[in-house]
T-cell receptor
């Protein structure tokens, strides 16, 4: 199986602060997509952000951005101005592999 | 817009019984997947299908059977349920092009007693 590693099982952040969730992966392909998914307590899986590996520019969606280091096979998620609604499990996934990381549980402290 | 529907949402069954979890998608996505979610293990791939009548094993296929006679349906059967199969099961689909990511169902919480 391909390897997707999320080394932080749990993270916490103060409301309005910034937090970064890490993800590393392994692939032999050069052109692929990477995804971050959010799973709130409702259990629904929600796509947060997508990165195209052949693009140098890091993807941004409102308060969510990525730090994509292709050579290092690293794909971290930065959440700025954290809100209570950001509390959830977060999963990263290289789109060409069908595998997900083990997830990071994010707590937002009021 | 249902997208992808899983049923049932909750299921309790006894050890040794056969149980089938249903998954139906309305997107005509080529790929469909079954994952199980357990604390500390994240989402683990059970089986996937690239098209009707094409299925392949994932990381944890033992004890499970799938079929895909129609593009829109991808049922997962536990042939003889065991307590270790107590989990939350997610069905997902994806177009042929990976750029669109996965669409997930709402999940089935299965308890084997």
């Amino acid at each position: 199986a391909q390897t997707v590693t999320q080394s932080q099982p749990e993270m916490s952040v103060q409301e309005a602060e910034t937090v970064t969730l890490s993800c590393t992966y392994d692939t032999s392909e050069s052109d692929y997509y990477l995804f971050w998914y959010k799973q709130p307590p409702s259990r629904q899986m929600i796509l947060v952000i997508r990165q195209e590996a052949y693009k140098q520019q890091n993807a941004t969606e409102n308060r969510f951005s990525v730090n994509f280091q292709k050579a290092a096979k690293s794909f971290s998620l930065k959440i700025s101005d954290s809100q209570l609604g950001d509390a959830a499990m977060y999963f990263c996934a290289p789109g060409n592999q069908f595998y997900f990381g083990t997830g990071t549980s994010l707590t937002v402290i009021p | 817009d249902a997208g992808i529907t899983q049923s049932p949402r909750y299921k309790i069954t006894e050890t040794g019984r056969q149980v089938t979890l249903m998954c139906h998608q309305t997107w005509s996505h080529s790929y469909m997947f079954w994952y199980r979610q357990d604390l500390g293990h994240g989402l683990r791939l059970i089986y996937y299908s690239a098209a009707a009548d094409i299925t392949d094993k994932g990381e944890v296929p033992d004890g499970y059977v799938v079929s895909r006679s129609k593009t829109e349906n991808f049922p997962l059967t536990l042939e003889s349920a065991t307590r270790s199969q107590t989990s939350v099961y997610f069905c997902a689909s994806r177009p042929d092009r990976a750029r669109y990511g996965y669409t997930f169902g709402s999940g089935t919480r299965l308890t084997v007693v």
